[in-house]
């Protein structure tokens, strides 16, 4: 029987996705703790790099570069526009505070030291040692196309569903007849 490595004596690599991983916590709770709408994306664009990060770290590079040109490079984007042409104010808003920071503060931190519980819990023994190549391109794709096409298909009818949607709820020169 093979003894599995100890989180007690951590190799480079994990404290390598340890630091990325409190880089991408801290960001997303300054995502959604900052007052100021431009901030918060752009905080986001930091969670979403150490995120990418991370992929790397465990040798999912093809995910990573997704990770970088799907999320930072198009969502982002795409919220940043969606201020701007919304014309939503950009700078402090007393408007957007409901007074509820101490109940949500509480609800975060419990639902937070419960998963945290049933991860470690769940996870304590299993140990997965790092392969190269194993986020390749083609991995990654013989997997999805073997295993998983069937969510696959439904997200792509949902998405094309929600881009219909979208299409006639802006245009405003469709209007129903009677």
């Known amino acids: 029987m093979t003894d599995a490595p100890s989180y007690l004596s951590p190799t480079g690599q994990e404290i390598v996705f340890l630091l990325l991983g409190a880089v991408a916590v801290g960001a997303a709770l300054?995502?959604?703790t900052t007052r100021q709408l431009v901030h918060a994306?752009?905080?986001l664009v930091v969670t979403f790099g150490a995120l990418a990060g991370c992929y790397l770290v465990l040798t999912a590079e093809f995910v990573a570069?997704?990770?970088v040109?799907?999320?930072v490079g198009a969502i982002v984007v795409l919220l940043l526009f969606g201020i701007m042409l919304t014309r939503a104010?950009?700078?402090r808003s007393a408007d957007l505070d409901s007074g509820n920071r101490p109940a949500a503060a509480l609800v975060a931190l419990a639902t937070a030291a419960v998963l945290v519980t049933v991860v470690v819990d769940g996870f304590r023994t299993a140990y997965a040692p790092l392969r190269a190549g194993g986020g390749s391109a083609g991995e990654i794709g013989s997997s999805v196309f073997r295993n998983w096409v069937l969510?696959?298909?439904a997200l792509s009818v949902l998405l094309l569903a929600a881009l219909i949607g979208a299409i006639v709820l802006s245009r405003t020169d469709i209007?129903?007849?009677g």
């Open 175 to 177: 209007r129903g007849r």
């Open 30 to 32: 300054l995502v959604v």
């Open 65 to 67: 570069w997704v990770q």
């Open 69 to 71: 040109l799907i999320y």
């Open 41 to 43: 994306a752009l905080w």
């Open 151 to 153: 969510p696959f298909e």
């Open 89 to 91: 104010p950009i700078g």
